[in-house]
């Protein structure tokens, strides 16, 4: 399956990825930046991306920890998600995603 990574300086890179994986590993094998200090134990939001319109809607609903980690985000929008909590499926094959400009780890900092 395809997944395609849209960058802060919108350029696509187009990965293949397989039904079970993680979008969070996916984007991070592709070199995107976002790096998931919790590893999914939904206590940052260091993996925040946002996903294509047309795609939202085919994915699971965020759960209310999900929801009360993306208010911590920067640059959230309608459409954010953290990535490490969505899991691949075949429906998902061509899902399109963007890496938020403000996916800063603030722990950086
Ligand atoms: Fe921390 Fe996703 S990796 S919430």
Not at 15 to 28: F, I, K, N
Not at 50 to 69: S, T, Y
């Amino acid at each position: 399956m395809r997944i395609t990574f849209i960058t802060r300086d919108s350029e696509k890179v187009e990965v293949t990825a397989s039904p079970g994986d993680r979008l969070l590993e996916v984007a991070q094998a592709a070199g995107m930046p976002l790096e998931g200090t919790c590893e999914g134990q939904l206590a940052c939001s260091t993996c925040h991306v946002i996903v294509g319109r047309e795609w939202f809607a085919k994915l699971p609903e965020a759960i209310e920890d999900e929801e009360d980690m993306l208010d911590l985000a920067a640059d959230v929008q309608a459409t954010s998600r953290l990535s490490c909590q969505i899991v691949l499926t075949e429906e998902l094959d061509g899902l399109i995603v963007s890496i938020p400009s403000g996916s800063v780890d603030v722990q950086g900092f």
